[in-house]
């Protein structure tokens, strides 16, 4: 019985902790094994080593400013390598999907645990998330095969103008309630019976609230799975206002369905990628492995800085991501 | 009002904690065998794509059919070209990466297993539309998982 007991315990370490002693392992067993390459292929601008450091090093820069900036990886990850790399966008974009889909699944766990996920309001939301993430994707497939570079072009052109977009939205909403007034609820939300509570540990007190226009809120959900199936984003920068300002759900409690919904929109976006060849363990696995750490180590700084200023530099990140894209897009076209 | 209260709370439904545990696991186990495939790959395991071609291509900004065209495969795989190859790091590395991937569905099947099964859940209203939902949202996932879509 103790020994399950410990397993049990073990199994409730921080995951982060366990892929970052994953990753040192992987450092450890890969610095002395890897081989020139002798069968005569030219050789790479970049080394492999050289390139597992490196993208290992950024997606961890990335890891850690999303935290602080309170963002998905995602939306800081695709435009970022799509605008200052020059690695195919279909690839990138798959790879994002894939990092900010993993970080939701493993994220999810606590929320649903302790009950502030509301899972019956993502029931009613996953489906049509789900859905339109499997539009957007075979919409990216088809825009990647037959359009060819206009597609490529476009594709970062139309991703550029959404940055700015997002950045722009940063700058001006930071209305957002952490308990919402709900008043009275619309008889479809009434009929849906979504009303939930949770218990809130930092004040020691339970909070029940009552979801709201449900039908709007679902309205928006289609549109933020069409755009995170064709870019590549996790979207939860669009999600949590839905669920917060539209739909009134608390702040923590949107955040926490935020995740779980990122965690089956960007599983259902992923496959179409997937199966048509646009992943690549070798550049999946260190953006993983770096972006895991990166979150891991952004927790433990944001203890002690102030999220006012991380914010403003992802903001100024973003903008220039999304003007990089446009230039870059302009410039296929 | 939304505001806290010091009242009980409620137990958190059984099918979200079920899909919580389960996407937990399978993504831990998904990212381990991702993981093992990679080392190999660094350690010079014969692999479809050779790394450094591959590294290469990516960095000349190739399209996935040009990289693709450049592996023993000869162009660019339909579907699940991993299952065939998992005595291939990449293969394997790819195998971890599909499990991850096939994770939320396999939560999604235990949480609409768990809606069918508790009685605590049968209790709470509306129960055979959430029942309904778990189950069509399983199901997309696995079709769209399996390359049916």
């Given at each position: 019985m103790r020994c399950f007991a410990g397993f049990f315990r073990f199994s409730s370490l921080k995951t982060s902790s366990v892929l970052i002693l994953l990753s040192a392992v992987l450092l450890f067993t890969s610095i002395h094994t890897l081989h020139p390459q002798e069968n005569g292929i030219p050789p790479t601008v970049v080394s492999p080593m050289l390139f597992f450091f490196a993208l290992c090093i950024i997606c961890m820069l990335i890891g850690i400013f999303a935290v602080l900036g309170g963002v998905g990886?995602?939306?800081?990850?695709?435009?970022?390598?799509?605008?200052?790399?020059?690695?195919?966008?279909?690839?990138?974009?798959?790879?994002?999907?894939?990092?900010?889909?993993?970080?939701?699944?493993?994220?999810?766990?606590?929320?649903?645990?302790?009950?502030?996920?509301?899972?019956?309001?993502?029931?009613?939301?996953?489906?049509?998330?789900?859905?339109?993430?499997?539009?957007?994707?075979?919409?990216?497939?088809?825009?990647?095969?037959?359009?060819?570079?206009?597609?490529?072009?476009?594709?970062?052109?139309?991703?550029?103008?959404?940055?700015?977009?997002?950045?722009?939205?940063f700058i001006c909403t930071r209305k957002r309630t952490e308990y919402p007034e709900t008043g009275t609820v619309d008889a479809f939300s009434k009929c849906l019976?979504?009303?939930?509570?949770?218990?809130?540990?930092?004040?020691?007190?339970?909070?029940?609230?009552?979801?709201?226009?449900?039908?709007?809120?679902?309205?928006?959900?289609?549109?933020?799975?069409?755009?995170?199936?064709?870019?590549?984003?996790?979207?939860?920068?669009?999600?949590?206002?839905?669920?917060?300002?539209?739909?009134?759900?608390?702040?923590?409690?949107?955040?926490?369905?935020?995740?779980?919904?990122?965690?089956?929109?960007?599983?259902?976006?992923?496959?179409?990628?997937?199966?048509?060849?646009?992943?690549?363990?070798?550049?999946?696995?260190?953006?993983?492995?770096?972006?895991?750490?990166?979150?891991?180590?952004?927790?433990?700084?944001?203890?002690?800085?102030?999220?006012?200023?991380?914010?403003?530099?992802?903001?100024?990140?973003?903008?220039?991501?999304?003007?990089?894209?446009?230039?870059?897009?302009?410039?296929?076209? | 009002m939304n505001m806290p209260s010091t009242e009980e709370t409620d137990t958190p439904p059984l099918s979200g904690r079920v899909y919580g545990e389960t996407v937990f696991w399978c993504i831990l186990f998904g990212i381990i065998i991702a993981c093992a495939g990679f080392i190999w790959q660094l350690k010079g395991g014969s692999s479809v794509i050779e790394p450094d071609t591959l590294i290469s291509q990516l960095w000349q900004g190739a399209s996935p059919s040009h990289i693709w065209e450049a592996s023993c495969i000869g162009k660019k795989p339909e579907g699940h070209w991993y299952i065939n190859r998992l005595h291939t790091p990449d293969g394997l590395a790819m195998l971890g990466i599909a499990v991850c991937c096939f994770s939320a569905a396999v939560g999604m099947w235990c949480a609409f297993a768990a809606l069918v099964f508790s009685r605590s859940e049968k209790k709470r209203p509306m129960y055979l539309l959430y029942c309904i939902l778990s189950a069509i949202i399983a199901l997309i996932l696995t079709l769209n998982a399996a390359g049916v879509f």
């Open positions: 990886g995602g939306v800081i990850f695709t435009p970022l390598m799509m605008g200052f790399t020059s690695i195919d966008s279909y690839i990138i974009r798959t790879t994002g999907l894939f990092i900010a889909m993993a970080g939701a699944l493993i994220a999810a766990r606590p929320y649903l645990r302790k009950g502030i996920a509301n899972i019956r309001l993502l029931m009613l939301t996953a489906l049509p998330n789900v859905l339109f993430s499997i539009i957007g994707a075979f919409l990216a497939v088809y825009i990647h095969s037959s359009m060819g570079e206009t597609g490529e072009a476009l594709i970062r052109g139309i991703l550029g103008v959404f940055v700015i977009g997002i950045s722009i939205l019976c979504l009303d939930m509570s949770y218990r809130e540990d930092s004040v020691g007190e339970k909070v029940s609230y009552r979801v709201k226009r449900t039908l709007p809120g679902i309205l928006c959900i289609c549109l933020i799975g069409l755009t995170s199936g064709l870019f590549g984003l996790g979207a939860g920068w669009a999600i949590v206002p839905v669920f917060n300002l539209v739909m009134l759900v608390p702040l923590k409690a949107a955040a926490a369905c935020s995740t779980v919904m990122i965690s089956l929109g960007g599983t259902a976006a992923v496959w179409p990628y997937i199966l048509n060849g646009g992943m690549f363990p070798i550049l999946v696995v260190p953006c993983l492995i770096g972006m895991t750490a990166g979150a891991h180590i952004g927790s433990k700084i944001m203890m002690k800085s102030k999220p006012s200023f991380i914010r403003y530099i992802i903001i100024i990140v973003l903008l220039c991501a999304g003007i990089r894209l446009c230039t870059k897009a302009f410039s296929m076209g | -």
